[in-house]
C-alpha cells in the first residue's frame, strides 16, 4: 500500500535528500524544508521504496501539498 507524505505548513524545500527508486527505512529523511530559518525534516514513516519525489530543491510547498509517495 502505498504511503503519501504531505506538507504540514508553507515552507521551502531547502534540501532534497532522497531520489526516486531509493529504499527508505521508517525515520529516514526525505527532504528538509525552512521555514522562518528553521530546518524541518520530513521522515520516512514506514519502510518502502521511494516511488514518487513530487518536489525540487526550491519549491515552495503549501499545508497538504504531496512530497513524496512510499510504497
Same mark, same amino acid.
Given at each position: 500500500?502505498?504511503?503519501?507524505i504531505?506538507?504540514?505548513?508553507?515552507a521551502n524545500?531547502?534540501?532534497?535528500?532522497?531520489?526516486a527508486?531509493?529504499? /527508505? @527505512?521508517?525515520g529516514?529523511? +526525505?527532504?528538509i +524544508?525552512? @521555514?522562518m530559518?528553521?530546518?524541518?525534516?520530513v521522515?520516512? #514513516?514506514s519502510d518502502g521504496? /521511494?516511488r514518487? +519525489?513530487?518536489?525540487?530543491?526550491?519549491?515552495v /510547498?503549501?499545508?497538504?501539498? +504531496?512530497?513524496?509517495?512510499? #510504497?
Amino acid at each position: 500500500m502505498a504511503e503519501e507524505i504531505r506538507a504540514e505548513m508553507v515552507a521551502n524545500v531547502w534540501k532534497v535528500v532522497a531520489n526516486a527508486g531509493d529504499t /527508505v @527505512s521508517e525515520g529516514d529523511t +526525505l527532504v528538509i +524544508l525552512e @521555514s522562518m530559518k528553521m530546518e524541518i525534516p520530513v521522515i520516512a #514513516e514506514s519502510d518502502g521504496v /521511494v516511488r514518487q +519525489l513530487a518536489v525540487n530543491e526550491g519549491d515552495v /510547498v503549501q499545508d497538504g501539498d +504531496l512530497i513524496a509517495v512510499i #510504497e
